[in-house]
């Protein structure tokens, strides 16, 4: 028993002792200051990939205008008219769906990683489609009045 007595007043005196508490007191500190660090980090890195998503957004789509331009400039459409619009509205419409919470988005992680930018602009809703136009009637043309035929009196086989 006294064995035990004696480590506990051992334990006791490392653990009550004026540089245990500062030890422990930096240890925690330090602890904390790298774990604030490195969320600040982490925050920083995803800012980042929001800021790089943005430019390869613009990107593809500036190509696929320029694509575009030259793919009509061959003088091969494929789609009529009419189905063109109804994509090009359908792209708007889905375009603008998202466009205002993600410039709000880019917005604050440029400014999170100190990129001077604009507030987003408000947007406008994506106008649609003129409406197609309905296709031409065809005039009714009267029948022919029907002949009159003379009923026949059925006749007898001899």
């Known amino acids: 028993m006294d064995t035990i007595k004696e480590q506990a007043s051992k334990v006791s005196q490392l653990i009550f002792a004026t540089d245990t508490a500062g030890t422990y007191q930096k240890a925690l500190s330090l602890t904390w200051a790298i774990l604030r660090e490195t969320a600040l980090l982490v925050w920083l890195v995803i800012c980042l990939v929001f800021v790089g998503g943005e430019w390869l957004w613009n990107t593809a789509i500036e190509l696929g205008k320029k694509g575009r331009i030259w793919y009509e400039s061959l003088g091969e459409k494929k789609a009529a008219p009419g189905e063109a619009q109804s994509l090009e509205s359908i792209g708007k ?10 410039a709000f988005l880019l917005y604050r992680a440029k400014q999170q990683l100190g990129i001077d930018a604009d507030p987003p602009a408000k947007t406008q809703p994506p106008t649609t489609a003129p409406p197609v136009a309905a296709p031409p009637k065809i005039p009714d043309i009267p029948a022919a009045p029907a002949a009159e035929v003379a009923p026949t009196e059925p006749t007898e086989e001899p």
């Open 93 to 102: 419409s889905v375009l603008s769906a998202g466009e205002s919470g993600a």
